[in-house]
């Protein structure tokens, strides 16, 4: 209920996604998951389905436990959800898609997961996954074929890990591998990296990128949990993370016409697109260090810093901070901080 009820405040919609506990026959399952929506008042844009086995991974060639296969599922979707899409792939990761690929006309769109903790978790090797993103987009092309392909939820640290009994505890808020609650997820860090991902998988038409969630590890908003939570712990609730900010100026950008932007040094990710005849990026420095860079080819445009200056501001008060902006410097050039984020809007028409 509490769903369908921010679906209608925010006017937002509900994509569904359902874990399969049968053996054999998924109908019931999902015809009562059918009912459940419906008695939230929920119509959902998109559905996907997959045996709950799935989020373990298993080795090429090794038997799996029974579970409903694609065709069945795809199926019992279509009947239980008639006219809405139907997904597959997986509940875990890309590698995991790639060893049980969905047959050809098992699937409206396909989606999975990513997580950049799998082999490594300190700061400069959750910063190198990014690298590895237009390969694993170009293979999923390869097995989506003309169909849609969504991402997400993304995040530092991940919501289930196929390779354990579930993501590793982090009481101390530490760089822990598959970790449950990544610190860095309410860091500029994270913020910075969500930005990356996004200027990574730009280019490749992805049709859904999925960032965090409203509340909890992987929130957009801080509430009280049940681990601590350094700073934010002594904070009000309903203040918001770094990557609350992020999340808004893509929203923003969602559906607009991307623009072409020529970056000479690799610390800095960065994502145009043009509104209302003006051009706009967010950029965000990838590095633990300050980097200078200079923004040419725009006209008068107004600048937004996220950084360690203004991170408590962002936090407390985001409207406020979202209204504050100062003008770029006529040259173009200015210097962002350690996981700093520029959001830069020209204030005149584009050339």
């Not at 994509?15 to 119509?43: C, K, N, Q, V, Y």
């Not at 101390?172 to 309410?186: E, K």
């Not at 990356?196 to 590890?217: Q, R």
């Not at 950029?283 to 360690?308: I, Y």
Request: aromatic share 8%.
């Amino acid at each position: 209920l509490a769903a369908g009820d921010l679906s209608r405040r925010t006017r937002l919609p509900v994509t569904f996604e359902l874990l399969l506990t049968a053996e054999s026959d998924p109908r019931p399952e999902i015809a009562e998951a059918a009912g459940w929506l419906a008695d939230a008042g929920i119509a959902p844009l998109l559905v996907a389905a997959f045996p709950k086995v799935d989020e373990t991974s298993f080795q090429p060639g090794e038997e799996r436990p029974p579970a409903p296969g694609e065709a069945a599922i795809y199926e019992a979707i279509r009947e239980s959800f008639p006219g809405i899409p139907a997904g597959s792939g997986s509940p875990a990761f890309f590698t995991e898609l790639n060893r049980k690929r969905p047959p050809a006309g098992t699937f409206d769109f396909i989606t999975h997961a990513t997580a950049p903790t799998v082999h490594a978790a300190d700061d400069l090797s959750v910063i190198e996954t990014l690298q590895s993103l237009p390969h694993i987009l170009r293979s999923a092309r390869a097995i989506a074929g003309e169909a849609p392909h969504y991402i997400g939820p993304i995040g530092i640290g991940a919501r289930l890990n196929p390779y354990g009994p579930g993501p590793t505890p982090n009481p101390d808020n530490g760089r822990v591998g598959l970790a449950a609650a990544d610190p860095r997820q309410r860091a500029l860090l994270g913020a910075a990296w969500h930005v990356g991902y996004a200027a990574a998988v730009a280019p490749f038409g992805i049709d859904t990128l999925a960032l965090g969630a409203p509340v909890g590890p992987f929130g957009l908003v801080s509430t009280r949990q049940a681990y601590a939570r350094p700073w934010w712990d002594d904070v009000a609730e309903g203040s918001v993370y770094p990557l609350f900010h992020v999340v808004a100026d893509l929203a923003e950008a969602s559906g607009k016409p991307r623009l072409a932007i020529d970056l000479p040094n690799a610390d800095i990710a960065a994502l145009g697109w043009t509104a209302n005849g003006r051009r706009q990026a967010i950029l965000a420095n990838l590095s633990d260090r300050p980097v200078a860079l200079r923004l040419a080819g725009l006209g008068a445009a107004t600048l937004r810093l996220l950084d360690a200056e203004s991170f408590t501001a962002a936090a407390l008060t985001p409207a406020a901070f979202r209204d504050t902006t100062v003008s770029l410097p006529a040259d173009g050039r200015l210097t962002l901080d350690a996981y700093a984020i520029a959001t830069v809007s020209e204030t005149g028409a584009a050339a």
